[in-house]
């Protein structure tokens, strides 16, 4: 059995000797995040990585996450404790698929979820992600979009924005689990409950939630709600914080298949590790890093939803 205190203090002194610090995302394990400098949603996370002083990021989250960093922040080093740490949404469209749409749509600006490879990023006019995806459409002079990977998520844009979209069909494994019937049930055993979903769930599931937000909106929302029983559709990982958050308050799992194994793989060993050796370094090339911060730059100027 490894003494977690100690394996603690372990990665505490490698961060500090190696100028580093520990980003997590909202869904990762509950030790990784308790560790962390800093929880949040993708945004949130790259930005602050690229804001950072210090020299090495260990971004524990998916591989597109830390890409996303290495991009804003050519001069630092990035670490993805776990390489093999991906995203199958990012994996649903390719550089050569993305280059056939564009094809058929010539002119129509690509709006890319940030849940993509950097190259296709290159390959888009501006990137999103679901705390700002309703603005960074609406941004755009041009009265049609094309929207890339997520259909569940360019669905729930089109809600209320008046551009013409058509988007790919990827989706989450994850969110897609959700199912309206689980949502439905949930309700049923507390009535007295409101839901909250990620714009990643099913249109179906979408439909049913009082409010639609990125990870870190919940904790905005979750803060300011009146209700004292939330259901929430979006990966575990964000119960964490919710309840840390919120002692008087009770969080409901919409389904307990809203497990996403990839968020789930970085252990606290392996960010010791990583940093030991200053393994896992996650790079771009300039041919595709600066076309691709060009798309990033663009969504940074716009402001966020929530
Ligand atoms: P957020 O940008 O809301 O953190 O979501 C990222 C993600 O991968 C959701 O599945
Ligand atoms: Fe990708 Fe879904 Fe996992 Fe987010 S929850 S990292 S979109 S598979």
């Known amino acids: 059995m490894i003494d977690r205190d100690a394996l603690k203090k372990e990665i505490r002194a490698l961060l500090k000797e190696r100028d580093a610090i520990m980003l997590s995302h909202n869904y990762q394990r509950d030790e990784v995040q308790e560790m ?22 260990v971004f524990c989250g998916v591989h597109f996450m830390a890409e996303s960093a290495a991009i804003l922040s050519p001069s630092k080093t990035v ?12 994996d649903m469209i390719t550089p050569e698929d993305l280059r056939r749409e564009k094809e058929k749509r010539p002119g129509v600006p690509v709006v890319a979820y940030v849940n993509t490879s950097a ?8 990137c999103c992600t679901s705390a700002n995806a309703v603005r960074v459409v609406d941004s755009l002079d041009s009265e049609r979009v094309y929207m890339i990977p997520d259909r569940n998520l360019s669905h729930y844009v089109s809600l209320s924005s ?27 055993e507390n009535p007295e409950a409101v839901f909250v979903c990620h714009p990643e769930c099913r249109p179906d599931v979408v439909e049913l ?11 905005k929302y979750a803060r300011a709600s009146a209700a004292k029983t939330i259901i929430v ?74």
């Open 162 to 188: 008046k551009k013409r979209m058509e988007w790919w069909n990827g989706f989450c494994p994850t969110h897609e689990r959700l199912k309206r019937e689980d949502v439905i049930r949930a309700k049923k």
């Open 36 to 57: 962390a400098d800093l929880t949040g949603d993708s945004l949130a996370l790259s930005q602050a990585a690229a804001d950072s002083p210090a020299k090495v990021i």
């Open 79 to 90: 670490i993805l404790p776990r390489m093999d740490a991906g995203c199958p949404m990012a």
């Open 233 to 306: 559709g979006t990966e575990m990982g964000i119960l964490y914080r919710l309840r840390k958050e919120n002692p008087d308050k009770r969080f409901v799992l919409a389904s307990r298949a809203l497990i996403c194994p990839n968020m789930k793989l970085t252990a606290l060993e392996d960010v010791a590790q990583a940093l030991k050796e200053m393994k896992n370094v996650v790079t771009v090339p300039d041919g595709v890093r600066v076309p691709a911060k060009r798309a990033l730059d663009r969504m940074i100027k716009v402001p966020r939803d929530f």
């Open 119 to 126: 190259e296709v990023k290159s390959l888009s006019d501006i």
């Open 209 to 219: 939630a009082d409010h639609v937000c990125s990870t870190s909106g919940m904790y």
